[in-house]
């Protein structure tokens, strides 16, 4: 994958089969759609804590949280994601040919597998960011990742240590954690 950037839009360049199904996914990923009831709960926080003991007035307040803010919250995140999809069914099959000589290409195009560019206009980069934010929210609710020592024998190139299930995760939500890293420190501070 490459990150690209214009005055115009930033792009998900030379995605390979395996990275485009990732971000493929990114939608149903930050809608929750394969996680538990508890892990979609985790979008919508209650403001009270669980523990805590509320007087009459407090409970007012999460009824009012629960009836205006949070759907409010969850038409938001809808929103966002509906600009992910948009974006994401534009996307453009990249030619190999500006990768190698002409000579090159000729011998090995059969071999080459079909990249991916999607071109993602600049003002659509904080539906992108919510969604990346809302997909590893959830992932690592579901999965506990943020902590995990998994995580960090994959960081060592320990990869033999964790379930290949799991690497296929770990490697979705750091895919994620790239590229949201790429649009606060390249696209974000440019408007």
Sequence with gaps: MRFQLTDDYWALDALSPAEWHLVAELPGTA???????????????????????????????????????????????????????????????????????????????????????????????EAWYSTLNQARLLMNEEFDLASSEERMMLRLEQQEHVDPERLLIFTQYELYSAVQGMLVEHVMGLS
């Design 31 to 125: 809608a929750g759609k394969e996680f538990s009831e508890e892990t979609r709960a985790r979008l919508y926080p209650s403001p009270l804590s669980p523990d805590a003991l509320a007087d009459e007035e407090t409970l007012e307040s999460v009824e009012d949280w629960n009836e205006f803010v949070q759907p409010e919250i969850e038409s938001t995140f809808q929103e966002a994601r509906e600009v992910v999809e948009k974006d994401l069914a534009e996307v453009e099959l990249v030619s190999m040919e500006e990768f190698f000589s002409p000579e090159q290409y000729e011998s090995i195009k059969e071999d080459l597998p079909d990249l991916r560019r999607v071109k993602i206009a600049m003002e659509n980069t």
